[in-house]
Nanobody, 120 residues
Framework: QVQLVESGGGLVQAGGSLRLSCAAS????????MGWFRQAPGKEREFVAA????????YYADSVKGRFIISRDNAKNTVYLQMNSLKPEDTAVYYC?????????????WGQGTQVTVSS
C-alpha cells in the first residue's frame, strides 16, 4: 500500500520559515517526480513545487520562486519543502504528491495534507 505522509506544518509569523517533509512508502519511487500542491480556503488546489527522481531542474510556481526550496533524499524516499520568507497568503493545506514520469500534473499518489498558517 502506497503512502505519502506529510509533516512539519504549523503556525508561523510572516517572514518566518517552515520545513515540510513527505515520507513515501509502499513502492519504489524511482522515475517518479515528487512535489507539493496547496489549497487555501475557498480556492482551488494549486501547484507549488516539484522535483524529478534525479533532482535535476526542480521547478516552482511563480508565487514561491526564490522563497521555497524543494529537495529529496532518495535513500529515505523523502521529499522536503523549505519555506522561507513566509507570507500570510502562503496559508493553506499543503499536499505531497508523486507521479510516474517527469512532470507533476495530476498526481498518482497523494498525502493527507498538512496545515500551514502564516500570521501577519
Amino acid at each position: 500500500q502506497v503512502q505519502l505522509v506529510e509533516s512539519g506544518g504549523g503556525l508561523v509569523q510572516a517572514g518566518g520559515s517552515l520545513r515540510l517533509s513527505c515520507a513515501a512508502s509502499g513502492r519504489t519511487f524511482s522515475n517518479y517526480v515528487m512535489g507539493w500542491f496547496r489549497q487555501a480556503p475557498g480556492k482551488e488546489r494549486e501547484f507549488v513545487a516539484a522535483i524529478r527522481w534525479d533532482g535535476v531542474n526542480p521547478y516552482y510556481a511563480d508565487s514561491v520562486k526564490g522563497r521555497f526550496i524543494i529537495s529529496r533524499d532518495n535513500a529515505k524516499n523523502t521529499v522536503y519543502l523549505q519555506m522561507n520568507s513566509l507570507k500570510p497568503e502562503d496559508t493553506a493545506v499543503y499536499y505531497c504528491a508523486a507521479q510516474n514520469g517527469r512532470a507533476l500534473t495530476r498526481g498518482d499518489y497523494w498525502g493527507q495534507g498538512t496545515q500551514v498558517t502564516v500570521s501577519s
